[in-house]
C-alpha cells in the first residue's frame, strides 16, 4: 500500500513538473497539443455538444468542457506521433488523473481521457480498452487517429465512435456510416420498423405502420430531426423503400450483416456472486426487481423459450456498472477467476435500445429476441449455436423473406 501510495505521488509531482516546464510557442509538442484540441473539439462540436475552452493556467495542457443535455465532461486530451503502446499507454494514465482532477474543479462534470495519435498500430485499442477496464472502469476514455478512427469508452459518447478512412482513396468508407447507421437511437428506431413482424412477446415496441420519418419519430419518442436524419441515411444506403402502407425495409440480409457487425463493440462487464448463497434464479429475479435491469444473452433466449445454451452465468444489462459501495452491488462480490460467477453484469452500449425494446416477462425485464440474436452472435460460449437457432426459428423469414 506504501508503494502505491509513494508511486502515486511520484506521477502526480511528474504532471505537476510536466506542467510547469516551458514549452516554447514555436515546438512540435506545442503544435501537436493545440491541434489535438482543436480536432477533439471539432468532433464533439459536429456532434450538437457545446465545447468550452477552459481557460489556461500558466502552461496548463489542453482542457476542455463538453456538454450536451445534462451531461458534461472535463477532457483531458494528450497527443504523440507514434501510437504505439508502450509510449500511448502511460500519456493516457496521466490523462485520466487530469480528468479527475479537472472534473473535480467543475460542476457534475465527468472525467474525460482523450489520446490523439498520427499513427496507430492494429493493436492499440485493444490494450487501451484493456487498460480502461483493469485501471480506469470509472473515467471515460478516447483515441483518435489522425487518418479518422475514433473510439470512445463511455455512456453517451457512442455516437462519436468512427471508423478510419479509406487512405488510398482519400475518402470514407462505407463502414464510417455504419457506426451511425446503427448507433444506439437508429438501433431503436430499427426495431421500431421491425416490431409489426415480430410478436409482442419476443420485443415491446409500437405496432403501427410508419407512413414517414414524423411518424417513426412519434413512434419511436424520438426528435423528428433523429428521425429525418436516420430515414435519409437508409435511403441513401438502399435499404429503405417507400410504398402505400408505410416504410419498408429491403436488402434485409444485407442489413442485419451490418448491424450485427457494428453490434459486436466491447461492452463493460463484472463477474459477480452473491455473499449469501441460495437459488441463483430467485436471487437474481429479486435483484432486477429493485433496479433498472435488463436479462439479457443466454438467460435471455431461455426466457424467450428459445434457449440452447445451458451453464452459462445469467447476463444483467444495466445502464453503468455500479461501484462497490452502491446499493447495485449490495449482497454481491465481484468473483475471483478461480470462482463461477452467479451472474454477470454488463454495461449497456446502447442502452435506448436495449432497455426500450425489452419485454417484460414475469415481472422481469428481459432483452428483446433481436438484441438477443445481436449479444449471443459473437460470444465464445456456443454464442452462434444460439444465434443460428434464433435465425432458423424467427428471423429467416423476417429476413429472407423480403426482397
Known amino acids: ?12 509531482m511528474a504532471i505537476l513538473h510536466h506542467e510547469n516546464t516551458v514549452i516554447p510557442s514555436f515546438s512540435p509538442l506545442r503544435h501537436r497539443g493545440q491541434r489535438a484540441e482543436d ?13 468550452t475552452h477552459a481557460p489556461r493556467n500558466g502552461l496548463q495542457e489542453a482542457y476542455l468542457v463538453v456538454s450536451k443535455r445534462h451531461r458534461s465532461f472535463a477532457v483531458a486530451i494528450k497527443s504523440l506521433s507514434e501510437g504505439r503502446a508502450d509510449r500511448v499507454i502511460p500519456l493516457l494514465s496521466q490523462a485520466v488523473l487530469q480528468a479527475q482532477a479537472y472534473a473535480r474543479m467543475g460542476k457534475k462534470a465527468l472525467p474525460l481521457a482523450v489520446i490523439h495519435v498520427e499513427r496507430a498500430s492494429p493493436s492499440l485499442i485493444n490494450h487501451v480498452i484493456s487498460f480502461s477496464e483493469q485501471f480506469a472502469p470509472d473515467v471515460a476514455i478516447g483515441i483518435i487517429v489522425d487518418r479518422g478512427l475514433q473510439r470512445f469508452l463511455g455512456a453517451g459518447l457512442e455516437r462519436l465512435n468512427a471508423e478510419p478512412r479509406d487512405i ?4 470514407a468508407p462505407p463502414s464510417n456510416q455504419a457506426v451511425h447507421l446503427f448507433s444506439d437511437l437508429n438501433q431503436w428506431m430499427l426495431k421500431v420498423l421491425l416490431a409489426p413482424e415480430i410478436p409482442e412477446n419476443l420485443l415491446t415496441a409500437p405496432r403501427t405502420p410508419c407512413r414517414n420519418a414524423s411518424d417513426l419519430a412519434v413512434a419511436a419518442a424520438v426528435s423528428k430531426m433523429s428521425a429525418s436524419r436516420f430515414v435519409q441515411q437508409l435511403r441513401k444506403e438502399g435499404f429503405l423503400e417507400d410504398f402505400s402502407q408505410g416504410l419498408r425495409l429491403v436488402r434485409r440480409a444485407e442489413l442485419f450483416r451490418r448491424w450485427r457487425a457494428a453490434a459486436l463493440r466491447h461492452s463493460l462487464e463484472m463477474p459477480m456472486r452473491f455473499l449469501i448463497r441460495g437459488s441463483a434464479k430467485l436471487q437474481i429475479r429479486e435483484m432486477m426487481s429493485s433496479h433498472k435491469a435488463c ?4 438467460a435471455a433466449a431461455t426466457e424467450l423459450n428459445f434457449g440452447h445454451v445451458t451453464g452459462i452465468p445469467a447476463h444483467i444489462y444495466v445502464p453503468k456498472l455500479p461501484r462497490f459501495d452502491d ?31 425489452a419485454v417484460n416477462h414475469q415481472g ?16 465464445p460460449s456456443r454464442g452462434q449455436e444460439q444465434a443460428d437457432l434464433i435465425y432458423r426459428k424467427l428471423l429467416k423469414k423476417i429476413i429472407e423473406g423480403s426482397v
Do not use: Y
Open 168 to 171: 488510398r482513396r482519400g475518402i
Open 1 to 12: 500500500m506504501d508503494m502505491l501510495i509513494n508511486l502515486g505521488k511520484i506521477i502526480i
Open 327 to 357: 446499493d447495485g452491488c449490495k449482497g454481491l462480490v465481484s468473483a475471483s477467476h478461480a470462482e463461477t460467477p452467479d451472474l454477470i453484469l454488463r454495461q449497456a452500449a446502447s442502452p435506448n435500445s436495449v432497455f426500450r425494446s
Open 39 to 51: 480536432l477533439i473539439a471539432q468532433i464533439f462540436d459536429a456532434d450538437g455538444w457545446t465545447v
Open 364 to 379: 422481469m425485464a428481459v432483452s428483446d429476441i433481436i438484441q438477443v440474436w445481436l449479444d449471443v452472435s459473437d460470444h
Open 295 to 298: 436479462l439479457g444473452l443466454f
